[in-house]
């Protein structure tokens, strides 16, 4: 069983930054594609960004350029770079990766407030 726990979330400013990070229980990363989702207030859990086994990196539309997603394996930690942050980037923030199993692990989450 693998435990992931997100911190690093709070309330932070419009055009703030934010790091998030993502601590697995035991070494995984080196393996698996990890990815960072957000579910806003309301709305359906969504796809943020994706870092692959060999680092490669993808982000859905509304953060590129602004967030950077990237992975230290030998701390088992994935991460999330917030810049430029907007009202709208509020939302329960969630790692996840998906075993060879088919099982998807998800950690708890962590809130990001976007308020002045």
């Known amino acids: 069983q693998v435990q992931l726990v997100e911190s690093g979330g709070g309330l932070v400013q419009p055009g703030g930054s934010q790091r998030l990070s993502c601590a697995a229980s035991?070494?995984?990363?080196?393996?698996?594609?990890m990815n960072w989702y957000r579910q806003p207030p309301g709305k359906q859990r969504e796809l943020v960004a994706t870092?692959?086994?060999?680092?490669?990196?993808h982000y859905t539309d509304s953060v590129k350029g602004r967030f950077t997603i990237s992975r230290d394996n030998a701390k088992n930690t994935v991460y999330l770079q917030m810049n430029s942050l907007k009202p709208e980037d509020t939302a329960v923030y969630y790692c996840n990766f998906r075993a060879p199993s088919g099982y998807t692990y998800w950690g708890q989450g962590t809130q990001v407030t976007v308020s002045s």
């Open positions: 870092v692959t086994s060999g680092g490669n990196t």
């Open positions: 035991r070494s995984i990363f080196s393996s698996y594609t």
